[in-house]
């Protein structure tokens, strides 16, 4: 099995309790109960909510105390919530709240919680703020959402390639996609988990003809990502030894 908690723990912990797991393989997600059906957001640690509710709390508390009261009722209705957008497009106060709520749905990167807080209405200038000040408390750590990119990645079983693209789709950072992509590979996070993946297809494709197996094999690991010299390499170890 992919040992990526080791991996993480060597390479840095979160700032304030923010990092995303697995579904499969780093414990149990969040219910995929996300604000809409085009969320860029991630799943998080149950055991992480708590120290970013106190955080969030503590955030919320200038716009509770200016005496402006939020929408809260709107539920998932997609990217355009509303078509009228914010009553004040310029409103830090409803702005930041607009972003705790999106990170109460799922962690998300600097990039995309900015791009989602634009696309429901805000002034740019105003969201980047938000974004900046969440960054500044803790509450938004691209560096620690991406290795938790990498670390759900690697429970799916995917390869560097497949994990650049989701950070891509992330909208991480595409140098700090590259670094802790690196940092994977240089643990063996990928080798890894084109194993499990080939042990896997081994294991369902039993007593099929050897040539369906490794046609499955490198279908499987090309469409997870996988390096081909990796994909050759377990290929021969797999199933040239059944031969």
């Not at 919530?81 to 600097?110: F, H, M, T």
């Not at 919680?113 to 696309?119: I, N, T």
């Amino acid at each position: 099995m992919i040992d990526a908690e080791a991996f993480i723990a060597q390479h840095g912990t979160p700032i304030v309790a923010h990092d995303a797991v697995s579904d499969v393989a780093m414990g149990a997600p969040r219910p995929d109960a996300l604000e809409d059906a085009n969320d860029d957001g991630h799943p998080e640690d149950h055991n992480q909510h708590d120290a970013r509710s106190h955080a969030r709390s503590w955030a919320r508390g200038k716009a509770k105390r200016s005496g402006r009261s939020w929408a809260r009722g709107a539920g998932a209705k997609g990217v355009a919530a509303s078509k009228e957008g914010p009553s004040d497009p310029c409103d830090e106060d409803a702005c930041r709240e607009a972003a705790l709520r999106l990170l109460d749905c799922a962690d998300r990167s600097s990039s995309a919680l900015l791009e989602r807080l634009v696309l429901k209405g805000y002034d740019e200038t105003v969201a980047d703020a938000v974004v900046a000040r969440l960054r500044e408390v803790g509450l938004v750590n691209d560096e620690e959402y991406a290795r938790s990119v990498v670390r759900y990645c690697a429970g799916r079983m995917l390869g560097e390639r497949g994990t650049l693209l989701e950070l891509s789709r992330k909208r991480v950072d595409r140098e700090l996609s590259q670094q802790v992509v690196g940092e994977a590979r240089e643990a063996g996070v990928f080798v890894d988990a084109a194993w499990e993946l080939g042990r896997s297809v081994a294991a369902r494709t039993a007593g099929l003809d050897l040539q369906v197996r490794r046609r499955r094999f490198w279908a499987a690991g090309g469409r997870k990502g996988h390096s081909p010299d990796i994909l050759r390499d377990i290929s021969h170890s797999l199933f040239d030894e059944d031969a």
